[in-house]
């Protein structure tokens, strides 16, 4: 309701209370009144309007607000958004509701209580500095004042947080890393991968080791052969021609037999042989007969020329080829 109006009624009780009933009107720059008979009416000067007599008044406002009063009943208001107050007379009891289906009650002396569309209920006695919320669930909390706030929900957990007291936030979530299972995974025609493989580590030491193997054998043949052929051609020189043919080919028979010899042993050698390590490459394990010397703080394994820095992978130590420390 407009404060104009008021204002204007409480103008019209002082006036009449003045002397008898009598015709009677006053304008203002706010607004203007007029009564008689005991009956009144008044209007501000932005629409709002009130009339009354006998003790019961009548009024809206210039914005939708209205309120009504009924001598020996009660008072009833609405604003513009349908929110509505009802008081009746000598109850000591106000209630008020809004059109969304919520309601509230204060009940002089006593206390007031609050419910919601959604049927969650708040009291709260006069004087006891405490407010209790209940839910249709079965949850609850209470708020005393100064002290702090007691949550417990349908299941039966509780919470409690104290009046001023900080609570700082959870930290954030810490994923740890998961490395790999399988580091540097190659399929079988891969022969050297970058070293990370064990089988292709194995397969780069027998592919050395044959071609060590052959180089061994070709130069065993060459050597055997030009030995027994040289004797052959000595022995043939301090003989007849037949000795020489005899010799000549006891030599050649001779040098054959001692080729293939020693190729078999050297192909044997060769497949036998330790695997070369590429500088650079990184091995899963090492080769037997390892030292382990530490060179300026930093431990290493020497495997006879070759040496080795161990480092960790995800799945477990493993052995990279370095220059010498």
């Known amino acids: 309701m407009n404060v104009i109006v008021i204002a204007l009624v409480g103008l019209l009780i002082v006036t009449l209370s003045g002397g008898p009933a009598a015709a009677w009107s006053h304008s203002g720059r706010y607004g203007s009144a007029s009564g008689g008979g005991g009956s009144w009416s008044a209007e501000g000067y932005r629409g709002g309007s009130a009339s009354g007599g006998e003790g019961s008044w009548s009024g809206s406002g210039a914005y939708g607000g209205s309120a009504s009063h009924t001598r020996g009943e009660g008072t009833t208001a609405t604003n513009q958004y349908g929110d509505t107050a009802t008081h009746a007379t000598g109850?000591?009891?106000?209630?008020?509701?809004?059109?969304?289906?919520?309601?509230?009650?204060?009940?002089?002396?006593?206390?007031?209580?609050?419910?919601?569309?959604?049927?969650?209920?708040?009291?709260?006695?006069?004087?006891?500095?405490?407010?209790?919320?209940?839910?249709?669930?079965?949850?609850?909390?209470?708020?005393?004042?100064?002290?702090?706030?007691?949550a417990t929900t349908a299941y039966g957990t509780t919470a409690y947080h104290a009046s001023g007291a900080y609570y700082p936030p959870p930290p954030a979530a810490y994923y740890p890393y998961h490395p790999p299972?399988?580091?540097?995974?190659?399929?079988?025609t891969c022969s050297n991968c970058g070293g990370w493989s064990a089988a292709g580590a194995a397969a780069a030491g027998a592919a050395v080791g044959m071609v060590a193997g052959a180089s061994m054998a070709s130069a065993s043949a060459a050597a055997s052969q030009s030995t027994a052929y040289n004797a052959g051609v000595a022995a043939g020189s301090a003989s007849?021609?037949?000795?020489?043919?005899?010799?000549?080919?006891?030599?050649?028979?001779?040098?054959?037999?001692?080729?293939?010899?020693a190729y078999s042993a050297g192909v044997a050698a060769g497949s036998a042989a330790s695997p070369a390590y590429a500088m650079g490459g990184i091995y899963p394990k090492l080769p037997a007969g390892c030292i382990s010397p530490t060179v300026q703080g930093t431990t290493y394994y020497l495997c006879g020329n070759t040496w080795f820095q161990p480092s960790y992978g995800a799945n477990g130590v493993y052995y990279k080829v370095v220059p010498t420390p």
């Open 240 to 261: 007849t021609a037949a000795a020489t043919t005899s010799a000549y080919n006891a030599g050649v028979a001779a040098g054959s037999a001692s080729t293939q010899a």
């Open 91 to 150: 109850s000591g009891q106000t209630t008020v509701t809004n059109p969304y289906g919520g309601s509230a009650t204060h009940t002089y002396g006593e206390g007031t209580t609050a419910t919601n569309q959604y049927g969650d209920t708040a009291y709260h006695a006069t004087g006891s500095g405490q407010t209790t919320v209940t839910n249709p669930y079965g949850g609850s909390a209470t708020h005393y004042y100064g002290e702090g706030t007691t």
């Open 181 to 188: 299972t399988t580091v540097n995974y190659y399929g079988s």
